[in-house]
Every structure is written in C-alpha cells, then in structure tokens.
Nanobody, 121 residues
C-alpha cells in the first residue's frame, strides 16, 4: 500500500491550492482519510478528515471555513481545497489513511511522505 500526496507549491497569501492524496496497492477499503501538517519547529497539527462515505468531515480550528476536504472513492483519492491561504499555513502537509487490505484484515494506518506548501506574504 502506498499513500502519495501531490499538489504542493509556493503561492502568495490569499491564493488557493488543492492537494491530492492517492492510495494505491492492494486495498479492500480505505476508511477515514485525514490531512495533517507540520511547520518547522512545531508539532504535527490536525487539518481535516473525512469518513468513507464523505458524509462526515471535521476540521482543525485554524483552517475551518477556508479548507474543504473531499474524496473520490472510485479513485481512492482524497483532496483538500485550500482557499485564502495565509503565511501561517506554510508547512509540510501529510495524508493519513485507515486501510483494510482485505475483508478479513484489521485496519492499518498509513502515512504519505508529505508535500510542501509555502505561502508568501
């Protein structure tokens, strides 16, 4: 199983970015998918998560109202649309997923390698 983020880059404050996270490999079902971020010298911070159905989403206080998480189960991919970006959003963004590799298997938790988002003022 591989979890791979993409879409990071350098933007100016007020602009938007959309990050993608694709799960590949042998998977039975990908359940909760989440985004976290980590800025230099800071702890990893929760950004957003989404249930398998997409019907339940949660957001960190610092991104509420500006970021929107979504998913496409046919592509085994989750997205986070980031609007009104601020310099304090600068961080490495990581994708996290709870995955069953088979119907009878237990959940395992997987992390991606991260993608850098830099917001200039």
């Amino acid at each position: 199983v591989q979890v791979a983020e993409s879409g990071g880059g350098l933007v100016q404050a007020g602009e938007s970015l959309r990050l993608s996270c694709a799960v590949s490999g042998i998977t039975y079902r990908t359940f909760v998918m989440s985004w976290f971020r980590q800025a230099p010298g800071k702890d990893r911070e929760f950004v957003a998560c989404i249930s398998w159905s997409g019907g339940v989403t949660e957001y960190g206080d610092s991104v509420l109202g500006r970021f929107t998480i979504s998913r496409d189960n046919a592509k085994n991919t989750t997205y986070v649309q980031m609007n009104s970006l601020k310099p304090e959003d600068t961080a490495v963004y990581y994708c996290n997923a709870d995955i069953k590799t088979a119907r009878w298997a237990s959940f395992n938790n997987y992390w991606g390698q991260g993608t850098q988002v830099t917001v200039s003022s």
